[in-house]
């Protein structure tokens, strides 16, 4: 059985790295595998196929971080009862969790398969796109209850200490999709339809294993198959961190869809270019977001466990590592920006240039961003979900529109690192925002303990 970290005791720097790592290269192996997706159809269908799998993204994130948010809610849950020593809610949640992502992807599945078309065409998606686009979204909505009872059985096992076992399950499954890309596109001759397909067998995989994984434990958080149930009592717990967690990446993706069809505006080439940059600014934003897990874990933990002095030195230790690991990869990012963006698209060197444009506007003030994020997990992982979700949605999603709607419809300032600009600004003042919540509820904690 894979050693779980201990949250409430021991080094704590040690046991953070130790925790992040695991997470860290689950990203990167899922940002490397959805790069192989780009690559292979990029380099085989060229960079009208990459486009027509890049619009589709903000819009698919749109649909489906409502429910991706309420895995949160499970990690969160189950990490403070484990802190708290508390077996039954443990085991409760964890029985509530799986059914509730199996009801989740089939309703997804349904509304995903229908709306993909008319929303794509609201968003102005190029017409030489859209029907390609729209396949992809259909398959991969077709896969989303494996996507779903995934990340709620990581959820689990990050909550309780195990990053290890994600990892690996997704490495299998992740090399399943680069196998199958493969042989779909070359073998079988298809276009998007291949990579789509592809993408959900990986997901079936990943989901099976994780399912094996925590059937076979012995431990307080293993699921008895037959004893799924939905809790009342864990169920709103799970959506009352869950749901404005996920209203928030919904939300964020609102703002994002308005400045994919911003970008549409641009043509062809534009939103292939951005797809690419985007694709390669993941992997700064997968390590931001393995110490936000990081941070709303070990500190759900710790407030479980009363253990409130550890709550700074988290989110202290948890802002310095991502600070130094994310200036770094994203320096190396920037230094080769054009051979890795040709790696992408090897036949259209205007999506190339466009691609270029936005990694040099954001790729080092990223930083900002895991401000923002690893502050909001401390705020979530003390239980102030609402509060995060709020901050969020009026700083990041306000500033955004308010900018395409006013500054970016100037024609002095019309144009894409003008758009880009918006990330930066609505990064910093939700910081800020994201800091004062975090010193009220910290005091609000701490005060009625």
């Not at 864990?234 to 964020?252: C, N």
């Not at 994020?373 to 003390?382: P, T, Y």
């Amino acid at each position: 059985m894979a050693r779980n970290v201990n949250m409430t005791s021991g080094n704590l720097f040690k046991n953070m790295i130790i925790y992040t790592i695991p997470i860290i290269l689950t990203g990167v192996l899922q940002m490397l595998f959805n790069a192989a997706d780009l690559v292979v159809i990029g380099h085989f269908r060229g960079s009208a196929s990459i486009g027509a799998v890049g619009a589709t993204g903000s819009l698919i994130n749109l649909i489906v971080n409502l429910f991706i948010g309420l895995s949160t809610g499970v990690s969160v849950v189950v990490a403070n009862a484990m802190g708290a020593e508390d077996r039954e809610t443990v085991h409760k949640t964890v029985h509530t969790a799986i059914p509730v992502a199996l009801i989740s992807g089939i309703f997804l599945s349904i509304v995903g398969f229908f709306l993909s078309k008319p929303l794509l065409s609201l968003m102005d998606t190029p017409a030489e796109l859209i029907d390609k686009s729209a396949l992809y979204m259909k398959i991969y909505f077709l896969g989303s209850v494996f996507s779903l009872v995934y990340n709620f059985g990581a959820a689990v096992l990050r909550a309780v200490g195990d990053t290890r076992g994600p990892l690996i399950y997704l490495t299998l499954g992740g090399a399943a999709n680069v196998v199958l890309n493969i042989i779909f596109i070359t073998l079988f001759n298809m276009d998007v339809e291949g990579v789509a397909i592809a993408t959900v067998v990986s997901q079936a995989i990943s989901a099976i294993l994780v399912v094996i994984r925590l059937v076979k434990s012995t431990d307080v958080y293993a699921l008895e198959l037959a004893k799924m149930k939905i809790y009342k009592k864990e169920l709103l717990k799970i959506v009352k961190i869950g749901l404005p967690a996920g209203i928030q990446g919904s939300t964020f993706s609102i703002s994002n869809v308005l400045i994919q069809s911003s970008i549409n505006s641009f043509g062809a080439s534009a939103v292939a270019g951005n797809a690419a940059a985007s694709n390669i600014e993941g992997f700064m934003f997968i390590i931001i977001n393995s110490f936000c897990q990081t941070v709303m874990n070990f500190t759900s933990q710790n407030v479980g466990a009363k253990q409130y002095n550890r709550i700074n030195k988290i989110l202290v230790t948890s802002i310095i590592s991502m600070t130094v690991t994310s200036t770094l990869i994203g320096a190396i990012a920037l230094i080769f920006s054009k051979q890795l963006l040709g790696i992408y698209i090897p036949d259209d060197i205007n999506a190339v240039n466009i691609g270029m444009v936005r990694m040099s506007v954001i790729i080092f003030p990223y930083a900002i961003c895991g401000f923002m994020d690893n502050i909001a997990g401390a705020v979530r992982g003390m239980g102030a979900s609402l509060a995060a979700m709020l901050v969020s949605v009026f700083g990041v999603c306000g500033i955004r529109i308010l900018w395409i709607y006013t500054v970016f419809r100037s024609p002095l300032y019309h144009s894409l690192s003008s758009l880009y600009v918006s990330y930066i600004i609505s990064w910093t003042v939700t910081a800020i925002g994201h800091f004062i919540c975090y010193i009220i509820v910290r005091r609000k904690l701490i005060k009625g303990s």
